[in-house]
Every structure is written in C-alpha cells, then in structure tokens.
C-alpha cells in the first residue's frame, strides 16, 4: 500500500481512513499501524471460512473494531507477522524447537515426495531431506508441514527448490540453518494466525461503519459529507 510516487500521501490508503481511525480511537494512526492491523485481521487463521462465501465474489473487507484496544493488539499483531514474513525479524526462541536429527548419506538435499517427507503421530513429527530419512529436521507440527499460502505449501516447496544444494561444507551449514529458520518462522507464524484470530472475534463484537471514513455506499466515490447513512462495515 506504499505509493512510491514523489507526490501524494505516501500511502495508497482510502482518503479519510486515517483520519477516521485517528478519531474513533482518540490518537494518531499512521498508515503502518493501519496496515498492520489489516495484515493481523486478514491473516486470522478463520477469516476465509468465516467470509467464504462474501469472498467469493467480493475483495476481502476489514472489520475495523471499534475499541482502540483491540485495533491496537491487531497492530502489533500484524507488526510481527510483517516483520517475520519479510526476514526482518528472527523468530522468537520459544518456537525454536525443530532440530537436525541423524547424519546424510548422501552428498546432497533430495526431499522426497511430500506423501514420504513427514511423518509423524498426534500433529508432531520429522521432515526427511533424503528419501533413506537418514539425515531429517525433527520437531515439525503438522500444522507446520502442511502450512500453505494459495495452495503453495511453503515449506515442502522450499525444501524442493533447493534440492541438489550440497549438505556438508561451509553452504550446506548454511542451508541447514536456513532450513531450521524457516521451520521456527512457520511455527510462529500460525501461532500468531491464532492470536489474530481472537482479535478478529472481538473485533467482529463491534466494527466502525464506512460512515466514519467518509466512505460512501460500497463502489461509490468517497462521500465528501461523511456517508451518515451508510452504516455497512468497511
């Protein structure tokens, strides 16, 4: 939502939107904050069922919450879901429990087919990065393994685009250490998708209404008189 234009705002944020969060929750919100608490309630790990059919033909819709407090846990919510899925943060140590189990029989990363690369019992278990499972990343949730985003399933899809990287060595070190990154990222992630979920419950109990955006009827122009009648979410 960044405009890179030299002119404008900055941002590519309906007009009114700020000043309309600003309002309702009695202090500054910057274009980040905003983002952040879409990125938090977007991400809710029940937001697609719960709006399943709306989005089938409409773009999402954010369900700003009326209290302060909320929007502001969604913020910081969003803030590190950011800051972890753009690599600028590390994961946090109490998600550090995956581990590299065993020694490779072979020179080089060749995960199996994903039906072969988890196994495991009661939603934990080991990812194999050789089919002889002699050399495997162990402490993985299911949740974890079968996380995807649009159907990619990112960590079986990273693991596989790096097959034929060598293991041993200066860059197999490396790519081990990035392999067990990217395992405790995911880890966080869903847990934060969790937490987000419980802010969207209570965002959902009271939500702001176009109206106090200056937003008109869905489709429409902003309303330049402030929409007093339109009181659909926005």
């Known amino acids: 939502m960044h405009n890179h234009a030299g002119e404008g705002a900055g941002h590519l944020l309906a007009p009114g939107l700020l ?32 709006f399943a059919h709306d989005l089938e033909n409409e773009f999402p819709h954010v369900p700003f919450p009326a209290d302060g407090a909320v929007f502001r846990d969604a913020a910081a919510i969003g803030a590190r879901i950011r800051d972890l899925q753009g690599f600028r943060a590390a994961p946090d140590p109490a998600f550090r429990k995956a581990r590299l189990d065993g020694k490779a029989s072979g020179p080089v990363l060749d995960i199996p087919t994903p039906a072969q690369a988890w196994t495991g019992a009661d939603g934990m278990g080991a990812v194999a990065l050789l089919p002889d499972q002699s050399l495997r990343i162990t402490g993985v949730s299911e949740r974890v393994w079968r996380f995807n985003v649009s159907g990619y ?48 419950e209570r965002a959902l109990k009271t939500t702001l209404k176009r109206a106090d955006f200056g937003l008109g009827p869905r489709g429409a122009a902003p309303a330049e008189d402030g929409g007093e009648d339109d009181d659909e979410p926005a």
């Open 19 to 50: 000043a309309g969060l600003s309002k309702a929750y009695g202090g500054k919100v910057t274009a980040q904050d905003a983002f952040d608490a879409m990125l938090a309630l977007l991400s809710a790990a029940s937001y697609t069922t719960r």
């Open 153 to 200: 399933q990112a960590l079986y899809r990273w693991l596989r685009a790096r097959k034929g990287e060598a293991l041993s060595g200066a860059s197999g070190a490396a790519l081990l250490k990035a392999a067990l990154d990217v395992v405790w990222r995911i880890e966080e992630l869903v847990d934060l998708f969790d937490r987000a979920d419980e802010v969207l």
